[in-house]
């Protein structure tokens, strides 16, 4: 019903930057949020940033002031600007929207892409 196609990821040098991209397709009248999770290896999958369709975000501590969450409304497209990342921020990024579809709001995911900060 609902594709996320997330791209941009890669290997950056500590201090780097990286713009993360996720495409939403299918039958979607709207996106409700737009999100970004992140999960390292052995760890849980955790909130990076969200954004609502009208424009409210949330960001998780560690990246307040370095990570920046928009989205482009019309193109049903999100984005991710990391700015200043540390070795910490490496792990697989995952985009999530709740969108609604033929009137019932679901949950979606993409497949994941790979952030790595390393000199």
């Known amino acids: 019903q609902v594709q996320l196609v997330e791209s941009g990821g890669g290997l950056v040098q500590p201090g780097g930057s990286l713009r993360l991209s996720c495409a939403a397709s299918?039958?979607?009248?709207?996106?409700?949020?737009m999100g970004w999770y992140r999960q390292a290896p052995g760890k849980e999958r955790e909130l990076v940033a969200r954004i609502s369709s009208g424009g409210s975000r949330n960001y998780a501590e560690s990246v307040k002031g370095r990570f920046t969450i928009s989205r482009d409304n019309a193109k049903n497209t999100g984005y991710l600007q990391m700015n200043s990342l540390k070795p910490e921020d490496t792990a697989v990024y995952y985009c999530?929207?709740?969108?609604?579809?033929?009137?019932?709001?679901?949950?979606?995911w993409g497949q994941g892409t790979q952030v790595t900060v390393s000199s």
């Open positions: 999530h929207a709740e969108a609604v579809v033929r009137f019932v709001v679901g949950a979606y």
């Open positions: 299918g039958s979607i009248f709207r996106i409700n949020v």
